[in-house]
Protein backbone atom coordinates (compact mmCIF):
# COMPACT_ATOMS: atom_id res chain seq x y z
CA UNK A 1 0.00 0.00 0.00
CA UNK A 2 3.06 2.32 -0.28
CA UNK A 3 5.33 3.28 2.39
CA UNK A 4 4.32 4.76 5.75
CA UNK A 5 6.08 6.35 8.72
CA UNK A 6 7.40 3.91 11.49
CA UNK A 7 4.70 3.71 14.14
CA UNK A 8 6.50 3.15 17.49
CA UNK A 9 7.22 -0.43 18.46
CA UNK A 10 6.83 -2.08 22.02
CA UNK A 11 6.79 -5.53 23.19
CA UNK A 12 4.29 -7.74 24.54
CA UNK A 13 4.37 -11.30 25.65
CA UNK A 14 0.87 -12.64 25.50
CA UNK A 15 0.07 -15.95 27.09
CA UNK A 16 -3.68 -15.16 27.99
CA UNK A 17 -5.45 -12.23 28.66
CA UNK A 18 -5.55 -8.52 26.93
CA UNK A 19 -3.16 -6.47 26.98
CA UNK A 20 -3.51 -2.84 29.24
CA UNK A 21 -4.98 -0.72 26.65
CA UNK A 22 -8.32 1.49 27.19
CA UNK A 23 -11.31 -0.21 25.73
CA UNK A 24 -11.52 2.46 23.05
CA UNK A 25 -8.28 1.56 21.99
CA UNK A 26 -8.72 -2.28 22.06
CA UNK A 27 -9.16 -3.24 18.41
CA UNK A 28 -11.96 -5.16 17.94
CA UNK A 29 -11.78 -6.10 13.95
CA UNK A 30 -8.31 -7.75 12.52
CA UNK A 31 -7.41 -7.64 9.17
CA UNK A 32 -4.81 -9.69 7.91
CA UNK A 33 -3.10 -8.53 4.61
CA UNK A 34 -1.71 -11.17 1.93
CA UNK A 35 0.19 -10.60 -1.27
CA UNK A 36 0.64 -7.01 -1.90
CA UNK A 37 -1.18 -5.44 1.23
CA UNK A 38 2.06 -4.91 3.40
CA UNK A 39 0.62 -1.71 5.62
CA UNK A 40 -2.55 -0.10 5.46
CA UNK A 41 -2.31 3.31 5.09
CA UNK A 42 -4.73 6.03 6.82
CA UNK A 43 -4.19 4.56 10.20
CA UNK A 44 -4.57 7.01 13.58
CA UNK A 45 -3.37 6.38 17.24
CA UNK A 46 -0.67 3.81 15.17
CA UNK A 47 1.05 1.06 17.08
CA UNK A 48 3.61 -1.34 16.11
CA UNK A 49 3.31 -4.00 18.65
CA UNK A 50 5.57 -6.93 19.23
CA UNK A 51 3.94 -9.96 20.24
CA UNK A 52 5.03 -13.56 21.57
CA UNK A 53 2.59 -15.94 21.97
CA UNK A 54 2.87 -19.51 23.03
CA UNK A 55 3.31 -20.96 19.25
CA UNK A 56 5.59 -18.43 18.45
CA UNK A 57 5.97 -14.72 16.97
CA UNK A 58 3.62 -13.68 14.34
CA UNK A 59 4.36 -12.64 11.08
CA UNK A 60 5.38 -9.12 11.71
CA UNK A 61 4.51 -6.71 14.16
CA UNK A 62 0.91 -6.22 14.81
CA UNK A 63 -0.37 -2.63 13.95
CA UNK A 64 -2.73 -1.35 15.72
CA UNK A 65 -4.67 1.58 15.06
CA UNK A 66 -7.95 3.55 14.30
CA UNK A 67 -9.46 3.21 10.58
CA UNK A 68 -12.92 5.06 9.96
CA UNK A 69 -13.35 5.36 13.67
CA UNK A 70 -12.97 1.58 14.39
CA UNK A 71 -9.98 0.13 16.90
CA UNK A 72 -8.54 -2.28 14.44
CA UNK A 73 -5.21 -4.55 14.52
CA UNK A 74 -3.06 -5.38 11.43
CA UNK A 75 -0.80 -8.22 10.13
CA UNK A 76 0.93 -8.50 6.87
CA UNK A 77 0.41 -12.53 6.64
CA UNK A 78 3.50 -12.94 4.26
CA UNK A 79 5.46 -10.42 6.81
CA UNK A 80 6.78 -7.57 5.73
CA UNK A 81 9.13 -8.00 2.06
CA UNK A 82 7.05 -10.65 1.36
CA UNK A 83 9.34 -13.09 3.51
CA UNK A 84 7.36 -15.88 4.24
CA UNK A 85 5.88 -19.24 1.76
CA UNK A 86 2.43 -19.88 2.49
CA UNK A 87 3.46 -23.46 4.47
CA UNK A 88 5.76 -20.70 6.43
CA UNK A 89 3.34 -18.47 7.96
CA UNK A 90 2.90 -18.94 11.70
CA UNK A 91 -0.86 -19.00 11.64
CA UNK A 92 -1.26 -20.29 15.23
CA UNK A 93 0.48 -17.10 16.31
CA UNK A 94 -0.87 -14.54 14.08
CA UNK A 95 -4.37 -15.59 15.11
CA UNK A 96 -3.29 -16.25 18.75
CA UNK A 97 -2.16 -12.41 18.80
CA UNK A 98 -4.89 -11.09 16.97
CA UNK A 99 -7.15 -12.78 19.91
CA UNK A 100 -4.85 -11.89 22.67
CA UNK A 101 -5.45 -7.82 21.40
CA UNK A 102 -8.89 -8.32 21.80
CA UNK A 103 -10.02 -8.61 17.80
CA UNK A 104 -13.46 -10.51 17.57
CA UNK A 105 -13.62 -10.77 14.04
CA UNK A 106 -11.00 -10.82 11.31
CA UNK A 107 -11.39 -9.71 7.70
CA UNK A 108 -8.50 -11.35 5.64
CA UNK A 109 -7.58 -10.44 2.07
CA UNK A 110 -6.12 -12.91 -0.33
CA UNK A 111 -4.93 -13.34 -3.67
CA UNK A 112 -6.81 -15.85 -5.63
CA UNK A 113 -6.67 -17.52 -9.13
CA UNK A 114 -10.08 -18.10 -11.11
CA UNK A 115 -11.20 -21.65 -11.68
CA UNK A 116 -14.47 -20.41 -13.76
CA UNK A 117 -15.16 -18.51 -16.76
CA UNK A 118 -17.08 -15.87 -15.47
CA UNK A 119 -15.39 -15.05 -12.04
CA UNK A 120 -12.65 -12.48 -13.88
CA UNK A 121 -9.15 -11.32 -13.45
CA UNK A 122 -9.73 -8.39 -11.20
CA UNK A 123 -13.03 -9.78 -9.56
CA UNK A 124 -13.69 -10.08 -5.82
CA UNK A 125 -15.25 -13.16 -4.27
CA UNK A 126 -16.48 -13.75 -0.49
CA UNK A 127 -16.30 -17.44 -1.05
CA UNK A 128 -18.30 -19.70 1.82
CA UNK A 129 -17.01 -22.74 1.40
CA UNK A 130 -13.87 -24.19 1.43
CA UNK A 131 -11.43 -27.35 0.36
CA UNK A 132 -8.30 -28.30 1.98
CA UNK A 133 -5.93 -29.85 -0.07
CA UNK A 134 -2.57 -28.70 1.90
CA UNK A 135 0.04 -31.21 3.53
CA UNK A 136 2.25 -29.50 5.85
CA UNK A 137 0.45 -27.40 8.22
CA UNK A 138 -0.73 -27.55 11.88
CA UNK A 139 -4.30 -26.55 11.73
CA UNK A 140 -5.20 -26.77 15.03
CA UNK A 141 -4.34 -25.06 18.72
CA UNK A 142 -4.68 -28.58 20.27
CA UNK A 143 -3.80 -31.75 20.96
CA UNK A 144 -0.50 -33.19 23.32
CA UNK A 145 -2.66 -34.03 26.16
CA UNK A 146 -6.45 -32.03 25.18
CA UNK A 147 -8.46 -32.72 21.87
CA UNK A 148 -11.39 -30.35 20.85
CA UNK A 149 -13.08 -31.13 17.63
CA UNK A 150 -15.20 -27.94 16.24
CA UNK A 151 -17.52 -27.35 14.12
CA UNK A 152 -16.32 -26.44 10.05
CA UNK A 153 -19.69 -27.11 7.95
CA UNK A 154 -19.88 -23.08 7.29
CA UNK A 155 -15.77 -22.42 7.47
CA UNK A 156 -16.55 -18.40 7.45
CA UNK A 157 -18.93 -16.73 9.57
CA UNK A 158 -22.01 -15.85 8.12
CA UNK A 159 -22.66 -12.03 9.41
CA UNK A 160 -19.11 -11.01 8.42
CA UNK A 161 -19.28 -12.45 4.89
CA UNK A 162 -22.51 -10.30 4.17
CA UNK A 163 -21.29 -7.71 5.40
CA UNK A 164 -18.04 -7.75 3.53
CA UNK A 165 -20.33 -8.45 0.31
CA UNK A 166 -22.08 -5.41 0.88
CA UNK A 167 -18.69 -3.24 1.33
CA UNK A 168 -17.53 -4.89 -2.04
CA UNK A 169 -20.16 -3.67 -3.31
CA UNK A 170 -19.54 0.12 -2.44
CA UNK A 171 -16.53 -0.35 -4.51
CA UNK A 172 -17.76 -0.89 -7.93
CA UNK A 173 -15.66 -3.95 -8.41
CA UNK A 174 -17.32 -6.98 -10.07
CA UNK A 175 -18.44 -9.07 -6.54
CA UNK A 176 -19.27 -12.92 -6.44
CA UNK A 177 -21.34 -13.69 -3.03
CA UNK A 178 -20.52 -16.98 -2.88
CA UNK A 179 -18.08 -19.88 -3.90
CA UNK A 180 -15.64 -22.50 -3.36
CA UNK A 181 -12.47 -21.78 -2.32
CA UNK A 182 -9.55 -24.90 -2.88
CA UNK A 183 -6.68 -24.44 -1.00
CA UNK A 184 -3.25 -25.91 -2.25
CA UNK A 185 -0.16 -26.21 -0.58
CA UNK A 186 2.44 -23.99 -2.74
CA UNK A 187 4.79 -22.33 -3.20
CA UNK A 188 4.54 -23.64 -6.41
CA UNK A 189 1.38 -22.89 -9.27
CA UNK A 190 -1.08 -25.68 -10.22
CA UNK A 191 0.00 -28.48 -12.75
CA UNK A 192 -2.86 -28.21 -15.50
CA UNK A 193 -4.09 -31.67 -14.13
CA UNK A 194 -4.07 -30.29 -10.81
CA UNK A 195 -6.24 -27.40 -12.25
CA UNK A 196 -8.79 -29.22 -13.88
CA UNK A 197 -9.52 -31.18 -11.29
CA UNK A 198 -10.44 -28.56 -9.11
CA UNK A 199 -12.55 -27.73 -11.75
CA UNK A 200 -14.08 -31.06 -11.88
CA UNK A 201 -14.45 -31.06 -8.16
CA UNK A 202 -16.55 -27.64 -8.22
CA UNK A 203 -14.05 -25.02 -7.08
CA UNK A 204 -14.32 -21.85 -7.38
CA UNK A 205 -10.89 -19.87 -6.98
CA UNK A 206 -7.51 -21.58 -5.58
CA UNK A 207 -5.18 -20.13 -3.38
CA UNK A 208 -2.36 -20.57 -0.55
CA UNK A 209 -3.31 -19.00 2.03
CA UNK A 210 -7.42 -19.32 3.72
CA UNK A 211 -6.21 -23.17 5.65
CA UNK A 212 -5.43 -23.56 8.21
CA UNK A 213 -6.99 -19.47 9.16
CA UNK A 214 -10.40 -20.58 9.07
CA UNK A 215 -10.05 -23.60 10.97
CA UNK A 216 -7.53 -21.94 13.81
CA UNK A 217 -10.15 -18.30 13.80
CA UNK A 218 -12.85 -20.86 14.70
CA UNK A 219 -11.27 -22.73 17.92
CA UNK A 220 -10.47 -19.41 18.63
CA UNK A 221 -14.03 -18.22 18.21
CA UNK A 222 -13.60 -15.14 15.74
CA UNK A 223 -15.66 -14.39 13.52
CA UNK A 224 -13.21 -15.00 9.81
CA UNK A 225 -14.27 -14.16 6.15
CA UNK A 226 -11.89 -14.01 2.99
CA UNK A 227 -11.48 -11.28 0.13
CA UNK A 228 -10.25 -13.11 -2.24
CA UNK A 229 -8.74 -10.78 -5.12
CA UNK A 230 -8.89 -12.54 -8.27
CA UNK A 231 -5.53 -11.66 -10.15
CA UNK A 232 -5.77 -14.59 -13.13
CA UNK A 233 -7.22 -17.76 -14.61
CA UNK A 234 -4.80 -20.13 -12.87
CA UNK A 235 -3.19 -22.32 -15.46
CA UNK A 236 -6.39 -24.63 -16.65
CA UNK A 237 -8.13 -21.64 -19.20
CA UNK A 238 -7.40 -22.42 -22.88
CA UNK A 239 -6.77 -18.56 -24.16
CA UNK A 240 -5.36 -16.90 -21.68
CA UNK A 241 -2.04 -17.08 -20.85
CA UNK A 242 -1.02 -19.22 -17.50
CA UNK A 243 -0.65 -17.74 -13.97
CA UNK A 244 2.94 -15.61 -13.08
CA UNK A 245 4.57 -13.75 -10.34
CA UNK A 246 4.35 -10.71 -13.04
CA UNK A 247 0.58 -11.52 -13.93
CA UNK A 248 -0.02 -11.93 -10.11
CA UNK A 249 1.66 -8.90 -8.90
CA UNK A 250 -0.08 -6.12 -12.09
CA UNK A 251 -4.04 -7.63 -11.00
CA UNK A 252 -2.73 -7.10 -7.25
CA UNK A 253 -1.59 -3.70 -7.36
CA UNK A 254 -4.89 -2.74 -9.54
CA UNK A 255 -7.01 -4.80 -6.70
CA UNK A 256 -5.75 -3.73 -3.44
CA UNK A 257 -7.33 -0.28 -3.78
CA UNK A 258 -10.62 -1.62 -3.90
CA UNK A 259 -10.30 -3.89 -1.41
CA UNK A 260 -8.86 -0.27 1.31
CA UNK A 261 -12.15 1.03 0.08
CA UNK A 262 -13.96 -1.92 1.30
CA UNK A 263 -12.40 -2.65 4.69
CA UNK A 264 -12.83 1.10 5.10
CA UNK A 265 -16.47 1.16 3.99
CA UNK A 266 -17.69 -2.23 6.00
CA UNK A 267 -15.51 -0.17 9.24
CA UNK A 268 -17.62 2.98 9.00
CA UNK A 269 -21.15 0.80 8.90
CA UNK A 270 -22.13 0.78 12.70
CA UNK A 271 -24.84 -1.30 12.19
CA UNK A 272 -24.35 -3.96 14.37
CA UNK A 273 -23.97 -7.39 12.88
CA UNK A 274 -25.96 -9.95 12.78
CA UNK A 275 -25.96 -13.21 15.18
CA UNK A 276 -23.54 -15.79 14.49
CA UNK A 277 -22.06 -18.68 16.24
CA UNK A 278 -18.64 -18.39 16.26
CA UNK A 279 -18.37 -16.94 19.18
CA UNK A 280 -19.18 -19.94 21.05
CA UNK A 281 -17.35 -22.62 18.53
CA UNK A 282 -15.66 -24.39 21.22
CA UNK A 283 -18.91 -25.02 23.73
CA UNK A 284 -18.95 -28.44 23.97
CA UNK A 285 -16.21 -29.29 21.16
CA UNK A 286 -13.62 -30.13 24.22
CA UNK A 287 -13.87 -34.11 24.54
CA UNK A 288 -11.01 -34.58 27.06
CA UNK A 289 -11.64 -34.78 30.68
CA UNK A 290 -10.64 -31.59 32.25
CA UNK A 291 -8.91 -33.51 35.38
CA UNK A 292 -6.81 -35.37 32.33
CA UNK A 293 -5.60 -31.88 30.52
CA UNK A 294 -1.57 -31.36 31.89
CA UNK A 295 -1.75 -28.49 33.89
CA UNK A 296 1.58 -26.80 31.23
CA UNK A 297 -1.78 -27.09 28.13
CA UNK A 298 -4.30 -25.22 30.43
CA UNK A 299 -2.00 -22.70 31.17
CA UNK A 300 -0.85 -22.83 27.04
CA UNK A 301 -4.16 -22.59 26.07
CA UNK A 302 -5.60 -20.29 28.91
CA UNK A 303 -7.15 -17.83 26.43
CA UNK A 304 -9.14 -20.01 24.46
CA UNK A 305 -10.07 -23.00 27.25
CA UNK A 306 -10.50 -20.70 30.49
CA UNK A 307 -14.15 -20.15 30.32
CA UNK A 308 -15.26 -23.77 29.88
CA UNK A 309 -12.85 -25.61 32.32
Not at 39 to 58: A, C, K, Y
Not at 96 to 120: D, F, N, P, Q
Amino acid sequence: MGASPQPPREALFLEGGNPTASRRDRPEIGIIGGSGLYRFEGLTRVRSVEIDTPFGHPSDAVVTGHLAGTAVAFIPRHGLGHRLTPTEIPVRANIWALKSLGVRRVLSVSAVGSLREHIRPLDFLVPDQLIDRTRSRVSTFFGDGIVAHVGLAHPFCPALRGRLVQALGTTGAQTHSRGTYVVMEGPAFSTLAESRLYRDMGASVIGMTALPEAKLAREAELCYAVMAAVTDYDVWHPTEEAVSVEAVVANLERNVDAARRAIVDLLANRQPFAACDCADALRGAIITSPDRIPQRRRKELALLIDRYL
